[in-house]
């Protein structure tokens, strides 16, 4: 190993790395097992500390946590292919609430990267994705939805790049159609996200976008009211948290 | 889960400390709390927020400092804990370790997002003042745990003490911890690591 991401386990062990650092090291941990030894041993040593600045919570915040966890599935448990080191500690990035698309090609390519490839080396194993199954035949994804009879729409248009997304709560569905959208690179993906209430992010499949920028998806996973639906752009099979902003929110009620 | 996730058992044993401290629960019983909470038992759930929850909203308002915001630190830390406790595994590290790694983890993405330049202005003043963490005072008497680690905390050179404090008590990264202690930069990385061996060492802390 190289002696110099060694001596940065203390640091990470304590979250004093910048983003940068985070992504090397931890690709350098997933190929070296004394570092990882050493990481856990130094954080729970650190984790100590919290001993001397133990305080009372106010009432409220266990009726909040109770409230929220009681709308929100656990993440399902990890299987035998999970070859891929593990996340560690996982990161909810909420994305923002609101009605917007980011022009992909204005973002800085290279922060994407560098996100990505962090991601790769810590994504979720479990979570290998198949891409949602298309068992209603040739039907398209938006239209499974909106045959609905309570199928709504809501879309958002920038830049030339627009997303709708249609939703219907009798099915628990919501289904995601974008046009004018640059293609993901290679070796990254549009991923599709559910994000409740307390902004907290839950996978929903992923989306592939074609040369003339178009694509839909079928949302996996149950769609709620209060959920909103957004996009990031991750690594290739996705990720278990957006690891990057959003470049679509659309709230579905 | 968490697979190369940090944990541990702070070497002392817990049972007698519970009451002690609060609430925390031994490492054993927190690890059948989150393991009955990834089977969806909320109450189990419940429990685990009851034994843990002073432990990690304090060290989430040490690290964010303002009240309202750790509170929404500290629910999305457990929500993130609710999310994926079926993928914590007690071979890897204790429950414990692994609650305050996610809370740390959020905190400091908290601060460093959202607060960055707010808690730049505070650089002189941390640098000025004792990281004053006693709020366990307030309670009227120290954790034996607390206790511990404070007499372990002395086994520390005063540099090592400042860098760790600066880095896990205030979220600041290595590069500013540097500059707050005008260090060389690259020298807080290589401090806070020696402070935290020989803390792990002191405190007997295992994986």
Redesign the interface.
Request: aromatic fraction near 8%.
């Given at each position: 190993m190289s002696p110099d991401l060694h001596h940065l386990s203390g640091a990470y062990a304590v979250d004093a790395l910048d983003d940068d650092e985070r992504t090397s090291f931890e690709q350098h941990l997933a190929v070296c097992a004394a570092c990882r030894a050493e990481v856990a041993e130094l954080s729970a040593a650190a984790g100590s500390l919290a001993s001397l600045t133990e305080a009372t919570p106010p009432p409220s915040l266990r009726a909040s946590v109770l409230s929220d966890i009681a709308q929100v599935r656990p993440l399902p448990p990890l299987t035998e292919d999970a070859g891929v080191p593990d996340d560690r500690a996982p990161n909810a990035g909420a994305p923002d609430a609101g009605g917007t698309v980011l022009p992909i090609r204005h973002r800085r390519r290279t922060a994407w990267f560098a996100a990505a490839a962090a991601a790769a080396v810590i994504a979720i194993g479990g979570l290998a994705w198949s891409p949602w199954s298309d068992d209603a035949g040739s039907q398209s994804p938006m239209a499974q939805v909106t045959a609905a009879d309570d199928a709504m729409t809501v879309s958002t248009t920038k830049d030339g790049a627009t997303a709708e997304v249609a939703y219907s709560k009798q099915l628990g569905k919501a289904a995601i159609s974008v046009t004018g959208m640059e293609p993901a690179p290679d070796g990254m993906t549009y991923q599709l996200w559910y994000v409740g209430p307390a902004g907290t992010a839950t996978p929903a499949g992923l989306l592939g976008v074609d040369a003339e920028g178009s694509g839909q998806a079928l949302l996996t996973g149950q769609a709620t009211p209060t959920d909103k639906v957004a996009m990031t752009m991750e690594p290739a099979g996705g990720s278990a948290q957006p690891t990057t902003d959003p470049v679509v929110v659309l709230a579905l009620a | 889960?968490?697979?190369?996730?940090?944990?541990?058992?702070?070497g002392a044993p817990a049972s007698g400390e519970a009451a002690a401290?609060?609430a925390l629960a031994t490492g054993a019983e927190l690890a059948d709390l989150l393991r009955r909470?990834?089977l969806?038992d909320?109450t189990a759930?419940?429990a685990l927020?009851?034994a843990t929850?002073?432990?990690?909203?304090?060290?989430v308002?040490?690290v964010v400092r303002d009240h309202a915001m750790s509170?929404e630190v500290?629910?999305?830390a457990?929500?993130?804990v609710?999310?994926?406790?079926?993928?914590f595994d007690p071979e890897?590290?204790?429950a414990?370790?692994w609650l305050?790694?996610?809370a740390?983890?959020?905190a400091?993405?908290r601060v460093r997002a959202s607060e960055a330049s707010r808690r730049r202005d505070d650089a002189h003043a941390a640098t000025h003042r004792d990281v004053e963490?006693?709020?366990?005072a307030?309670?009227g008497q120290a954790?034996l745990?607390?206790q511990r680690?404070?007499r372990?905390l002395t086994t520390l050179t005063d540099a090592q003490r400042s860098a760790?404090?600066l880095?896990?008590?205030g979220?600041?990264?290595?590069?500013e911890?540097a500059r707050l202690l005008d260090l060389p930069l690259g020298t807080?990385?290589?401090r806070?690591?020696?402070?935290?061996?020989r803390?792990?060492d002191t405190?007997g802390?295992?994986?």
């Open positions: - | 889960m968490m697979g190369d996730m940090p944990a541990a058992s702070s401290s609060g909470s990834a969806g909320e759930f419940a927020y009851d929850s002073r432990r990690l909203f304090g060290l308002l040490r509170e500290t629910q999305e457990y929500l993130d609710w999310r994926h406790c079926t993928r890897r590290g204790s414990i370790s305050m790694t996610i740390h983890r959020t400091v993405d963490f006693d709020t366990t307030e309670r954790s745990e607390a680690v404070r372990a760790v404090e880095a896990y008590l979220g600041y990264t290595h590069a911890v807080a990385k290589t806070i690591r020696d402070g935290l061996i803390l792990r405190l802390v295992q994986a």
